[in-house]
């Protein structure tokens, strides 16, 4: 069984930055890891993932630019830097792990707790 725990979320301004961590039970270079966020009244959508064994990533375009994703191996540990951050960021983010490709929720298998990410104007 793969736990995933994230921490790092917390309030901001508008502008400011926030590192988000999601520690892996298990070896994190066998899966493919992403970054994901809901806000209140909307379906999750998909931030940033990052393939198995290499540091291709993807981003989605509502972040190209402002967040990073990256990972520790051997922390077995997946970061997600959000820098310039907006009002419309607000959302509970959390990290998921799965077996295939793909950035997209219904791809990932195994799922943390979320944390809160507060962006206020």
């Known amino acids: 069984q793969v736990q995933l725990m994230e921490s790092g979320g917390g309030s901001v301004q508008a502008g400011g930055a926030l590192r988000l961590s999601c520690v892996v039970s298990?070896?994190?270079?066998?899966?493919?890891m992403g970054w994901f966020r809901q806000a209140p009244g909307k379906e999750r959508e998909a931030v940033a993932c990052?393939?198995?064994?290499?540091?291709?990533?993807v981003h989605m375009d509502s972040v190209k630019g402002r967040f990073t994703i990256a990972r520790d191996n051997a922390k077995d540990t997946v970061y997600l830097q959000m820098n310039s951050l907006k009002p419309e960021d607000t959302a509970m983010y959390y990290c998921?792990?799965?077996?295939?490709?793909?950035?997209?929720?219904?791809?990932?298998?195994?799922w943390g707790q979320g944390t809160q990410v507060t962006v206020s104007s």
């Open positions: 298990g070896s994190t270079y066998r899966y493919f």
């Open positions: 990052i393939y198995p064994g290499s540091d291709s990533t």
């Open positions: 998921a792990a799965g077996p295939t490709g793909g950035c997209s929720p219904e791809r990932f298998l195994y």
